[in-house]
């Protein structure tokens, strides 16, 4: 292994944000994924080109108990 695969891994270890994805309440998973969503739409905002995801956001769970649930749904109005 050289020298700049072992400064990489060192740097991702440092800065790396460990999450126990596995543990987390069902409401800081929602909030996570939203997240990832909203930084996802301001980086390509940033971008130039084709930019592939903006506007509202719809956010549904599915859990073991039950079937798809909105959480948040926006509305589409037909004229």
């Known amino acids: 292994m050289d020298y700049f695969c072992i400064m990489l891994k060192a740097l991702a270890s440092q800065f790396s944000l460990k999450m126990p994805i596995q543990f987390m309440p069902l409401q800081d998973c ?33 859990t073991r108990n039950s079937y798809l649930k909105f959480i948040k749904k926006k509305e589409i109005i037909v004229e």
Do not use: H, M, P, Y
């Not at 909030?31 to 739409?41: C, S, V």
């Not at 390509?44 to 549904?60: E, F, H, K, P, W």
């Open 30 to 62: 929602v909030n996570l994924a939203t997240l990832f969503i909203k930084t996802t739409i301001e980086t390509q905002s940033l971008t130039v080109g084709l930019r592939g995801c903006g506007g509202a956001i719809d956010v549904a769970i599915i």
